[in-house]
């Protein structure tokens, strides 16, 4: 009986991964190998990137909301404390939304904050 290689699976699986190298510099997008280390390394890059921006965003809101407060005569620490304790539940996106777009309904949370602390 002959051996079979299993050259259309090969094939196949090397056609996925040459796609997804699609754009790579030199034999990166080219040769096998080299791609399937490229793209594995891309996978990862990805999936970090992906837990990274919730932190990203995280500090990016809280240096926005930071510095709406401080034009506001109060600091961050404060500011968030106050709400908790006048149970305000709002998230700090739309802490920040609100600080940059409605500068009024904001200053009103801080006097609202700085009532209860």
């Given at each position: ?12 699986r090397?056609?996925?991964?040459l ?27 990805a ?17 926005r909301?930071?510095a709406?407060c ?34 009024a309904?904001?200053?009103k949370l ?8």
């Amino acid at each position: 009986m002959a051996r079979i290689k299993g050259g259309l699976a090969t094939r196949k699986r090397h056609k996925k991964i040459l796609k997804l190298a699609k754009g790579y510099r030199g034999g990166k997008s080219k040769l096998y190998r080299v791609a399937n280390q490229a793209v594995m390394k891309s996978l990862v890059y990805a999936y970090v990137g992906r837990k990274r921006r919730k932190r990203d965003f995280r500090r990016l809101w809280i240096t926005r909301i930071s510095a709406a407060c401080k034009m506001n005569g109060m600091n961050y620490s404060q500011f968030i404390n106050g709400l908790k304790k006048a149970n305000i539940n709002i998230n700090r996106k739309m802490l920040s939304e609100l600080a940059i777009n409605d500068e009024a309904a904001f200053a009103k949370l801080v006097e609202t904050a700085k009532a209860h602390i």
